[in-house]
């Protein structure tokens, strides 16, 4: 059974920095690609960040681009969001999440996605 555990979230002041982590177990992995999205209260869930597993492409939702680096560990089967520069609006619950198999939608699609984290509470005070 396919695993995702999140951490690294908290309660920062804007400007500031956190580091999220996203560990899988439960089998040998091999994802199309991971990805993290956040979902705030009363929206919607979005995209916010992605990478193939293999060859390391990443894809950032446009609100975060230069201020968040997506990275992967393929020996820990961890991938990472490195968040800069922290701001009010990026308070919400962040869930990484494994596309695996790929059905050939764009992996910033939270529709492409077969298996999902908990997620983990990130709150930015102004």
């Known amino acids: 059974q396919v695993r995702l555990v999140e951490s690294g979230g908290g309660l920062v002041q804007a400007g500031g920095s956190l580091r999220l982590s996203c560990v899988a177990s439960g089998r040998a992995w091999s994802p199309y690609a991971m990805g993290w999205f956040r979902q705030a209260p009363g929206k919607e869930r979005e995209f916010v960040a992605a990478i193939t597993w293999s060859g390391g492409y990443t894809v950032y939702e446009d609100s975060v681009k230069g201020r968040f680096d997506i990275s992967r560990d393929k020996a820990e089967s961890t991938v990472y969001l490195q968040m800069t520069g922290l701001k009010p609006e990026d308070t919400a619950v962040y869930s990484c999440?494994?596309?695996?198999?790929?059905?050939?939608?764009?992996?910033?699609?939270?529709?492409?996605?077969?298996?999902w984290g908990q997620g983990t509470q990130v709150t930015v005070s102004s």
């Open positions: 999440a494994a596309d695996w198999p790929n059905r050939g939608g764009g992996i910033y699609s939270k529709y492409e996605y077969d298996y």
